[in-house]
């Protein structure tokens, strides 16, 4: 069966669309005689979210950003996604633009909602929320310690230029002298730390003598501690403190007094008695040197003694 020309052209030109829409499909990330879900989403801003962005069920591509155009009415940004998917997507499900790393850009997140048990259906509009991307977290955190760095900066080149002030030409030349005593004065302590290191080495054996020394002291110290701790200084102390809490009952007794010589301290009396006794006994011995006749009458030759006469009164005065 011959075809004619006709029909040869006409087979060729549906061929002819057939292969362009298939590759507008391919293009467009979709398949020729599959069924796609419409939804649609909108946003006060979509920077970065390019077109044809994956959209995503639980980091699964189920599908693609299609359009994205200002709705006049409201004055956002509607974003249409075609989905196809079988998982059950609820009405009250959210689309959320989020970055998942630096450099694949934003993408569209379906994050279900499984409290709800009613599906989205084709044209649904859903509810909408954005995330903050990597990059834009972290120039959140970036832009306090770039403030700070620009703070840090300014104070840092301020102190350079007070510095800059300060060190004039004489202030620089006294600090080259400075440094260069330093330099002289760690010279000099190189040299007495290398002179006490030769001492060291020439008295190492005295110096290990003194430390033998030390350390039998020391020994004899921890064994005479150690005896004192074996003598029971408490029980000594004990004692000596009753001692003397016995002493000071005493003295108060005597002060008091109680007893025989507490009555001999404090009897006004018997130190009168006493008193006078010594003054009669230091006269009679007075008489007694005075008058020594009156007391022994010795006589060698038979010559009778002179008779006594008493003094007219005491020779001795009273005190």
């Keep these: 069966m011959k075809l004619s020309r006709e029909i040869k052209t006409a087979i060729l030109v549906i061929a002819s669309l057939l292969l362009f829409i298939w590759g507008y499909s391919f293009l467009k990330g979709r398949e020729l005689f599959s069924t796609y879900t419409t939804f649609y989403a909108e946003y006060d801003s979509v920077e970065g979210l390019p077109n044809s962005a994956p959209v995503t069920l639980n980091g699964l591509v189920i599908g693609k950003v299609t359009v994205i155009k200002i709705n006049p009415s409201t004055g956002k940004l509607m974003v249409e996604m075609q989905v196809k998917t079988d ?3 609820s009405r009250s499900s959210k689309a959320t633009i989020y970055e998942p790393s630096f450099i694949g850009g934003k ?13 989205a259906m084709d044209g649904q509009l859903l509810v909408t929320d954005v995330r903050v991307g ?10 306090p310690i770039q403030a700070k760095l620009d703070k840090i900066l300014t104070n840092a080149d301020v102190l350079l230029t007070g510095i800059n002030n300060v ?3 004489k202030t620089q030349e006294d600090l080259k002298v400075s440094l260069s005593e330093l330099s002289q004065t760690m010279v000099q302590f190189r040299k007495a730390s290398s002179t006490v290191n030769v001492m ?7 110096i290990k003598g003194v430390v033998t020394n030390f350390n039998k002291v020391s020994g004899d110290f921890a064994q005479i501690s150690d005896s004192i701790k074996k003598a029971n200084l408490g029980k000594t102390v004990r004692d000596i403190n009753a001692t003397i809490a016995k002493v000071n009952a005493i003295m108060k007794g005597l002060e008091s007094g109680k007893g025989s010589m507490g009555k001999l301290l404090n ?23 005075l008058y020594p006749t009156r007391y022994v009458n010795i006589s060698l030759f038979g010559k009778k003694n002179k008779p006594y006469t008493g003094p007219p009164s005491d020779t001795i005065k009273k005190q």
């Design 267 to 289: 009897d006004d009396a018997l130190y009168s008695n006493l008193e006078k006794s010594s003054r009669e006994l230091e006269l009679l011995l007075q008489d007694v040197r």
């Design 107 to 119: 993408q569209i997140a379906i994050e279900p909602n499984f409290q709800d048990k009613e599906l």
């Design 87 to 89: 998982f059950p997507i």
């Design 134 to 143: 990597l990059v834009e977290s972290l120039g959140n955190q970036l832009s």
């Design 167 to 169: 060190l004039d030409k």
């Design 200 to 206: 060291l080495d020439e008295n190492k054996t005295q």
